[in-house]
C-alpha cells in the first residue's frame, strides 16, 4: 500500500489540466516562477480538446488548423519540455480562502498548502432536468458531449435516428459527426429566434449536409418507455410561448442535448470567491485575479468561449499575473468597474486596472445586430468606437483599448455597448 500524503506546499497550483490549465502553468513558468502544480481529475491532460478530433482550433495562436488533440499536444509537450508538475486522476474536493486545497487521488488524501491558485475547471453541460421537458426516462437522450465522447473515444454510435435540441457549437459539430456515421440527423432546434453558435459552425455542420436548422422551436414531450421513440415539437413565438396549433411529431430513437454549457464553479463558492450572475463565473479584474487575493480564474470555468485560442490567451494572462504576485512584480492601478451599456450581456473584465498597458475586453451581445458599432466610453468621452457588420451572442467580442487610451481614463468606470446607427 502506498503511503498517504498528509501535507504539500507550492508556490502555485492549478486546477484543472486542459488547454486553460496548461496554458496558465506555462506562462506562469516562463514568467520565472518554479514550484508549479497542475491537478487533473481525468487520466489525460487536454480536457475535453481530446475528444474533439475535429479540426478548426489553433487558427488565431498557431496560424494553423488544428484538431482538438493537435492543440492540446502543443501545450502538453511544452508542459513537459519545462518540468511542470502534474498529476492526473485527482480530484480537488475542497478550497479555503486561505488557499488550502484538499484533494484525492491513488496517493490518498492530500492536503496542499499553495501561495497561489489559479482555477482552470472547465465547464459541464447543462442536462435535462432544468429544461422540464414531459415524458419518462427512456434510453437514447444524451449531451451532446457525452455522445462525442461516445463516438470519438469508444467507437460507439448512440442512435441512428437523431434529434438535436440547442444550436450550441457542440450539438452542430455532432450533427455532421452523426451524420458522417451513418445516422439520420432530422433536425436541429433552436428555442431563440437565432444560433447560439458560430457561424461557420452552422455553414459546415448542417448547410453543407442539408441538416434542417429550425429556429424558434423546441422539444415540449419526449415519446418511448424503454427507448425514446419521438418527440413532440412546439414553434415558439417572440413572447417565449408555444404557438398554438403549432406542436409536430417528429419519429426518432435519440435525443442530443446542446441547451448550455455551465463553469464548474463549486471550489469557488467554498472558497468565498465573488461570482457573476449572468456568466456563473467568478468577477476578476483585468489580470483574472478574483474577490479572494491570489485566487486566478481563466477559461470556460471564468466565461464559456467559443474558440480556444482565447481560452489560452486568457489563461496566459493568469498565469503571468499570478506569477507577477508571488514574485513581487504585480502592476496594479487604481480600479475601473467595466459596465454593460446597451445591447451587451456581460463584460470579462468585470473590473480593469488604470495602468500603461493595452487592454482586451470580452463580451457578448443580448442579441442580433447588424450593422451596428462597438463602443466604449467614459464619462461622456468615447474611448473606442468601430463597426461590425453583425454582432451576435454566439460569438465573442473582443475590444482592445491601446494603453494611451486605458491611461487616459479619468473616472471610476466605464460602459461597453452596441450602439446602433442614428
Given at each position: 500500500m502506498r503511503e498517504t500524503k498528509r501535507e504539500e506546499h507550492y508556490d502555485l497550483v492549478v486546477i484543472g489540466g486542459g488547454p486553460a490549465g496548461m496554458a496558465a502553468a506555462i506562462a506562469a513558468k516562463e514568467e520565472g516562477l518554479d514550484r508549479?502544480?497542475?491537478?487533473?481529475?481525468?487520466?489525460?491532460?487536454?480536457?475535453?480538446?481530446?475528444?474533439?478530433?475535429?479540426?478548426g482550433f489553433g487558427l488565431h495562436k498557431f496560424n494553423e488548423e488544428l484538431t482538438g488533440p493537435?492543440?492540446?499536444?502543443?501545450?502538453?509537450?511544452?508542459?513537459?519540455?519545462?518540468?511542470?508538475?502534474?498529476?492526473?486522476?485527482?480530484?480537488?474536493?475542497?478550497?479555503?480562502?486561505?488557499?488550502?486545497?484538499?484533494?484525492?487521488?491513488?496517493?490518498?488524501?492530500?492536503?496542499?498548502?499553495?501561495?497561489?491558485?489559479?482555477?482552470?475547471m472547465g465547464c459541464r453541460e447543462r442536462n435535462r432536468g432544468p429544461l422540464q421537458i414531459v415524458g419518462s426516462r427512456p434510453a437514447g437522450i444524451y449531451t451532446a458531449g457525452a455522445a462525442q465522447k461516445f463516438v470519438n473515444l469508444k467507437g460507439m454510435l448512440p442512435g441512428k435516428e437523431v434529434i438535436i435540441l440547442g444550436s450550441g457549437d457542440i450539438g452542430l459539430i455532432?450533427?455532421?459527426?452523426?451524420?458522417?456515421?451513418?445516422?439520420?440527423?432530422?433536425?436541429?432546434?433552436?428555442?431563440?429566434?437565432?444560433?447560439?453558435?458560430?457561424?461557420?459552425?452552422?455553414?459546415?455542420?448542417?448547410?453543407?449536409?442539408?441538416?434542417?436548422?429550425?429556429?424558434?422551436?423546441?422539444?415540449?414531450?419526449?415519446?418511448?418507455?424503454?427507448?425514446?421513440e419521438g418527440v413532440t415539437v412546439c414553434e415558439v413565438g417572440d413572447d417565449g410561448q408555444y404557438v398554438p396549433d403549432s406542436s409536430q411529431y417528429i419519429s426518432c430513437d435519440t435525443v442530443l442535448l446542446s441547451v448550455g454549457l455551465?463553469?464548474?464553479?463549486?471550489?469557488?463558492k467554498k472558497a468565498g470567491?465573488?461570482?457573476?450572475?449572468?456568466?456563473?463565473?467568478?468577477?476578476?479584474?483585468?489580470?483574472?485575479?478574483?474577490?479572494?487575493?491570489?485566487?486566478?480564474?481563466?477559461?470556460?470555468?471564468?466565461?464559456?468561449?467559443?474558440?480556444?485560442?482565447?481560452?489560452?490567451?486568457?489563461?496566459?494572462?493568469?498565469?503571468?499575473?499570478?506569477a507577477r504576485y508571488l514574485l513581487g512584480r504585480r502592476n496594479t492601478g487604481r480600479p475601473v468597474v467595466v459596465k454593460k451599456g446597451v445591447g451587451v450581456r456581460y463584460v470579462v473584465?468585470?473590473?480593469?486596472?488604470?495602468?500603461?498597458?493595452?487592454?482586451?475586453?470580452?463580451?457578448?451581445?443580448?442579441?442580433?445586430?447588424?450593422d451596428a458599432y462597438l463602443k466604449v466610453s467614459c464619462n461622456g468621452e468615447t474611448l473606442?468606437?468601430?463597426?461590425?457588420?453583425?454582432?451576435?451572442?454566439?460569438?465573442m467580442a473582443t475590444v482592445v483599448l491601446k494603453n494611451d487610451v486605458v491611461a487616459s481614463i479619468n473616472d471610476d468606470?466605464?460602459?461597453?455597448?452596441?450602439?446602433?446607427?442614428?
Open positions: 508549479i502544480l497542475i491537478l487533473e481529475r481525468e487520466e489525460f491532460l487536454g480536457g475535453i480538446l481530446q475528444q474533439c478530433i475535429h479540426n493537435e492543440y492540446a499536444d502543443r501545450y502538453e509537450r511544452r508542459v513537459k519540455t519545462l518540468g511542470i508538475e502534474y498529476r492526473l486522476g485527482v480530484t480537488v474536493t475542497d478550497l479555503t480562502s486561505q488557499r488550502v486545497i484538499t484533494a484525492v487521488g491513488e496517493y490518498g488524501v492530500s492536503r496542499i498548502y499553495a501561495h497561489a491558485i489559479i482555477l482552470a455532432m450533427a455532421r459527426r452523426m451524420t458522417l456515421e451513418g445516422a439520420h440527423v432530422k433536425a436541429v432546434l433552436e428555442y431563440l429566434p437565432y444560433s447560439g453558435g458560430l457561424k461557420r459552425n452552422i455553414v459546415q455542420c448542417l448547410d453543407d449536409f442539408e441538416i434542417p436548422l429550425m429556429l424558434s422551436h423546441t422539444v415540449v414531450q419526449i415519446h418511448g418507455k424503454q427507448r425514446v455551465i463553469p464548474e464553479n463549486e471550489l469557488a470567491v465573488s461570482l457573476d450572475p449572468i456568466t456563473g463565473g467568478a468577477v476578476v479584474n483585468s489580470r483574472r485575479e478574483t474577490s479572494v487575493p491570489g485566487i486566478f480564474s481563466c477559461g470556460n470555468v471564468l466565461h464559456v468561449h467559443d474558440v480556444v485560442d482565447y481560452v489560452s490567451e486568457e489563461a496566459e494572462i493568469a498565469g503571468r499575473a499570478a473584465p468585470q473590473v480593469i486596472e488604470n495602468v500603461n498597458e493595452d487592454l482586451k475586453l470580452f463580451f457578448r451581445s443580448d442579441g442580433v445586430y447588424r473606442y468606437h468601430r463597426k461590425r457588420k453583425i454582432v451576435t451572442p454566439g460569438e468606470e466605464i460602459t461597453v455597448e452596441v450602439e446602433m446607427p442614428s
